[in-house]
């Protein structure tokens, strides 16, 4: 009987770290790839364009995207990554890291002050 309660022990805990590292693996935040950052700076800079339609450098940023569009196309997602960053700069935008945005907060969450 002893055995039988130390080995059903054993596969309780196996289950438990199972589960456990199963709900650790979707609250972890999946990075995105070069490929997805491309096609994510890509539409930035779109919509930078239709945005900033006045802006003085709007001939040269189209350039830099077109060019950055081709780098991640080739397979040089780096470069092209950094050719899209620099048409939204040359646009007074920011890049925005995907990576980086974390979701708004509740309202409801905060603490009230007594």
Request: glycine residues 4%.
């Amino acid at each position: 009987m002893r055995r039988f309660s130390i080995s059903l022990m054993g596969a309780l805990l196996g289950l438990f770290s199972l589960v456990t590292a199963a709900v650790r693996e979707t609250d972890a935040k999946v990075a995105l790839t070069r490929a997805e950052r491309c096609s994510y700076l890509s539409r930035q800079v779109d919509e930078a364009l239709e945005t900033h339609a006045a802006a003085t450098q709007i001939t040269t940023a189209k350039a830099l995207q077109r060019k950055g569009n081709r780098f991640c196309a080739n397979k040089k997602q780096a470069q092209g990554i950094r050719m899209l960053a620099n048409a939204l700069k040359l646009l007074g935008v920011t890049p925005i890291d995907p990576d980086a945005v974390t979701p708004k907060t509740d309202l409801y969450d905060k603490e009230t002050k007594p």
